[in-house]
C-alpha cells in the first residue's frame, strides 16, 4: 500500500466547490435604460450646482430635466404635436424623395457602369454643398408656402440629407452581390438588369437597409434647417427660434429634445424593419436556421 502523496492529502482534505451559475449578462435595452438614467444624472447634478448660472440667460442658459418637464407639462401635448406634424411632413417627404432618387441612380449605376463616376460625383456634390447657404436659394426659387402647409425648402433639404448616404451605400451592397451567381446569369445570356433583378436587390437589402436607417435622422435635420428659411409658421425649427428670441430657456430645450427623440425614433423604427426583414444579416435565429 502506498503512502499518499502531500498533494494528493491536500486536495481530499479541500471541500469540493460547486460550479456557480454564469451570470447572463444584461440586455441592451436595460444597458441602454441605465446609461440614460446615469446622463440624466449627472446633467441634473451640474445643471443645479456648477452649471446654475452659466450663460447670458437670467437663471442660466442650462436647466435641470426637472424644468423641462415642467415647461413641457405648461405647454401642453397640443404644443409640440402642432409643431412636430409639419416638421414631420417636411422631413417625410424629404426622405421619400431623396431615398427614391438615389436607389434610382444606384441601379441605373449597376445597369451602366460607365455613368458610376458622374453619379458618384453628383452624389458628393449634394454631400458637401452647405446646407444653410443653399436653404435662401431654394426657398427664393420654390417660395413660402401657404400658413400651416409644409415648406418645399425644408423638404428640398431633408432630401439632400439624404441622398449621399443611401447613394453610397447601396451602390455598395449592390456591388457585394456574389460573383458566381452574376456569372450563371450571363451563361444564360441574362442581361446586366437581370443581374439586377434576380442577384443584386436581394444581396444589397442589408446594406439598403442601414443607409435607410442611418439616413432618417438627417432627413429630420435637414427639414429643421430648411424652416429656419423656408417661411413657415409652424414646426419645430419656428418654435425653437422664437423660443430663443423671448429667452424661453426651458422651452428651447424642450424643442430640441423633441427633435432628438423623433430623430432616435425614426432610427429606431427603421432599425426594427431592418432587423426583421433581413435576418441572415442581423444574426437572429430565423436567420441562422
Not at 22 to 38: D, Q
Not at 53 to 72: D, M, Y
Not at 144 to 152: E, I, Q, V
Request: with cysteine; net charge positive.
Amino acid at each position: 500500500m502506498t503512502a499518499a502523496t502531500p498533494t494528493t492529502a491536500v486536495a481530499d482534505e479541500i471541500p469540493a466547490v460547486h460550479s456557480l451559475p454564469a451570470r447572463r449578462p444584461l440586455p441592451r435595452w436595460a444597458l441602454g435604460a441605465l446609461g440614460t438614467l446615469g446622463v440624466i444624472a449627472v446633467w441634473w447634478l451640474l445643471a443645479a450646482t456648477v452649471l446654475s448660472g452659466a450663460g447670458a440667460a437670467q437663471g442660466g442658459a442650462i436647466p435641470t430635466p426637472g424644468a423641462i418637464v415642467a415647461q413641457f407639462a405648461a405647454d401642453g401635448w397640443s404644443y409640440y404635436s402642432r409643431n412636430a406634424s409639419v416638421t414631420l411632413a417636411e422631413a417625410g417627404l424629404g426622405y421619400l424623395a431623396g431615398n427614391a432618387l438615389a436607389l434610382l441612380l444606384a441601379g441605373v449605376v449597376m445597369v451602366v457602369p460607365a455613368l458610376e463616376r458622374i453619379i458618384t460625383q453628383l452624389g458628393v456634390i449634394s454631400y458637401c454643398l452647405p446646407l444653410v447657404a443653399i436653404g435662401p436659394i431654394i426657398f427664393i426659387v420654390l417660395g413660402p408656402p401657404t400658413s400651416g402647409a409644409p415648406s418645399g425648402t425644408a423638404v428640398v433639404l431633408a432630401a439632400l440629407s439624404v441622398f449621399f448616404t443611401t447613394l453610397v451605400g447601396s451602390i455598395l451592397g449592390l456591388r457585394s452581390a456574389d460573383k458566381a451567381a452574376l456569372d450563371v446569369i450571363t451563361v444564360y445570356g441574362g442581361t446586366r438588369l437581370t443581374q439586377l433583378r434576380k442577384v443584386q436587390i436581394i444581396s444589397a437589402l442589408p446594406s439598403v437597409l442601414n443607409s435607410l436607417k442611418i439616413a432618417a435622422p438627417g432627413a429630420l435635420l435637414g427639414a429643421v434647417l430648411g424652416e429656419y428659411v423656408g417661411g413657415v409658421d409652424r414646426g419645430l425649427g419656428p418654435a425653437m427660434v422664437n423660443a430663443q428670441q423671448s429667452l424661453e430657456i426651458e422651452r428651447v430645450w424642450g424643442v430640441a429634445i423633441v427633435c432628438g427623440l423623433l430623430a432616435g425614433g425614426a432610427f429606431a423604427v427603421l432599425a426594427l424593419i431592418a432587423r426583421f426583414a433581413t435576418p441572415w444579416s442581423a444574426g437572429t435565429e430565423g436567420g441562422r436556421s
